[in-house]
C-alpha cells in the first residue's frame, strides 16, 4: 500500500453536470476525511467517516454534495449539477484513530473545473 | 477573525538562512499538524503535536498551549524546501468536533539558491 489515492486526478466538466471523485486510504485506517481547497486558500472541513459511518458534515456540504464509504474501505465524493463554484481543488485524508488521535495522510486531490 | 491565523503570508529566503513560521490560533485544541503543500496540490503531514517540541531533520516543530502558538523552524533551509506550509488544529471536544480539523490558509515559502 502506497498511500492514499484519489482518482480521478483532474476533472473538467460543464455546468450542471455530475462529477464523482474517489478516494482510497491506506487499508487500515479507520478514519476518511474529504477537504475542498480553492486557490490560495487552506483547505475546508467538508465531511468524515468512521468506518462506514458518516459521523459529521459541515455546512459547506450543500444539498449537491454527497459522500458515501459503504464497506468503510474506499469513499466516493458526489457533486450533482455541479456550479462554477464548485471549481476547487477535493482532498481526501485519511488517519488511524483508537483513544489517540492518529497522523493525517493525505491524497494528492482531485481537482475540479467547472466551465 | 479567523481561528487559526499564520504569519508571515510568504517568505522568501536564501539557501541556508533559518526560518520560522508562526501559528496562532483561538480555540481549545486536542492536536496542532503541520502540513507541506507542494505545487499540484499533494499535502504531507510533517508533524501532528500536542505539546513541547518535535525534531524531524532539518524540521522542528514547538507548541505552547498556554499561549495558543506553534512554531515551524527550519535550520539551513534549501530550495527544495519552496512549498506552502499549513496549520491546523483539531478542536477539543466530543462528538460532531472529533473530525473538524481547521487550517490556516498556509504560508508560502521561497528559498532561493
Known amino acids: 500500500d502506497t498511500g492514499v489515492s484519489q482518482d480521478p486526478r483532474h476533472k473538467i466538466t460543464k455546468r450542471g453536470q455530475n462529477v464523482t471523485f474517489r478516494c482510497d486510504p491506506i487499508?487500515?485506517?479507520?478514519?476518511l476525511y474529504w477537504y475542498r481547497q480553492t486557490l490560495g486558500q487552506g483547505p475546508e472541513f467538508l465531511t468524515y467517516?468512521?468506518?462506514?459511518?458518516?459521523?459529521?458534515k459541515s455546512r459547506l456540504l450543500s444539498d449537491r454534495f454527497s459522500a458515501e464509504r459503504p464497506k468503510g474501505s474506499f469513499s466516493t465524493l458526489e457533486i450533482q449539477r455541479t456550479e462554477q463554484g464548485d471549481s476547487a481543488m477535493y482532498l481526501c485524508a485519511s488517519s488511524f484513530d483508537r483513544v489517540v488521535t492518529g497522523e493525517l495522510f493525505f491524497g494528492e486531490g482531485s481537482r475540479l473545473t467547472v466551465l | 477573525k479567523n481561528e487559526v491565523e499564520q504569519s508571515p503570508q510568504n517568505l522568501t529566503a536564501q539557501e541556508g538562512e533559518f526560518i520560522t513560521i508562526n501559528c496562532s490560533y483561538s480555540v481549545g485544541i486536542s492536536a496542532l499538524h503541520w502540513l507541506q503543500q507542494h505545487p499540484g496540490g499533494g499535502i504531507v503531514s510533517l508533524f501532528m503535536l500536542s505539546s513541547g517540541k518535535k525534531k524531524h531533520g532539518r524540521l522542528i516543530a514547538t507548541i505552547n498551549i498556554q499561549e495558543k502558538h506553534s512554531s515551524l523552524h527550519i535550520t539551513a533551509s534549501h530550495p527544495r524546501d519552496s512549498a506552502v506550509y499549513i496549520c491546523a488544529v483539531k478542536k477539543k471536544g466530543g462528538g460532531g468536533s472529533q473530525g473538524n480539523l481547521i487550517f490556516g490558509k498556509g504560508t508560502k515559502l521561497s528559498v532561493k539558491p
Open positions: 467517516f468512521q468506518n462506514e459511518a458518516q459521523l459529521e
Open positions: 487499508s487500515e485506517h479507520n478514519r
